[in-house]
């Protein structure tokens, strides 16, 4: 089962200081406009949130770590 999510990062007016939002979404039998709500959440901070001059957004699949199993003898 795939959970993807909407990565969103803030760079604010200092170098070491970056804003994270992860958006998950999940709806069985209603469409939502996760792009809409990306650039919701990006112009939320930036009027919001004085240190913040930018903001980018992508969509991102969850990985999860496998192990892979010994061979049968």
Same mark, same amino acid.
């Given at each position: 089962?795939d959970?993807?999510? %909407?990565?969103? #990062?803030?760079?604010?007016d200092?170098?070491?200081? !970056? +804003?994270? &939002?992860?958006?998950?979404?999940r709806?069985?039998f209603?469409?939502i406009?996760?792009a809409?709500?990306?650039? %919701?959440v990006? #112009?939320?901070?930036?009027?919001?949130?004085?240190? !913040? +001059?930018? &903001?980018?957004?992508?969509?991102?699949e969850?990985?999860?770590?496998?192990?892979?199993?010994?061979?049968?003898?």
């Amino acid at each position: 089962m795939d959970y993807p999510y %909407i990565a969103i #990062q803030a760079t604010t007016d200092s170098e070491d200081h !970056v +804003v994270y &939002a992860d958006v998950h979404v999940r709806s069985e039998f209603i469409d939502i406009d996760e792009a809409g709500l990306a650039q %919701i959440v990006q #112009q939320w901070f930036l009027d919001n949130v004085p240190e !913040v +001059v930018s &903001a980018t957004a992508e969509r991102r699949e969850q990985i999860f770590p496998t192990t892979q199993l010994p061979s049968l003898p």
